[in-house]
């Protein structure tokens, strides 16, 4: 981009370190990654009982929301072991779950989003 801020940039590197602009992108990246991983684990979910004959979701429900409470968590935990922080930073990946669990991955990665400011250590 010509003197602009190219918002998604380096989304796959942890340990870059971004302004508040370039968090809000990786905020918004990881978050549709999300819905999309939701989507394809909700048919392949659907796919197996259909194939089992099973009418009992409670069970495919339960691992998604698993799954979905810990993504946020494995990226701020990336994000801290990439930025070598403290280990006290690891609260944030608590936070994460407790936020995914009430708001989805939108809340849910907010301290991830965040720690992608702080500087590498």
């Known amino acids: 981009m010509a003197g602009g801020i190219n918002i998604f940039e380096n989304l796959k590197d942890f340990g870059f370190v971004r302004n508040k602009t370039q968090a809000l992108g990786f905020w918004l990246a990881y978050v549709i990654l999300s819905i999309a991983l ?20 409670v069970v ?17 935990g ?32 907010i301290p991830a989003a965040l720690l992608t400011i702080w500087k590498k250590r």
């Open 38 to 57: 939701l989507f394809v684990g909700s048919m392949i979910t659907l796919a197996i009982y259909g194939l089992i004959g099973v009418n009992n979701y």
């Open 78 to 109: 990336l994000v801290i072991r990439e930025k070598k922080l403290e280990n006290s930073y690891y609260l944030a990946t608590l936070l994460a779950i407790v936020l995914t669990y009430y708001t989805f991955t939108l809340g849910g990665l």
């Open 60 to 76: 495919g429900d339960t691992i998604l929301i698993i799954i979905f409470c810990l993504y946020p968590a494995v990226i701020a």
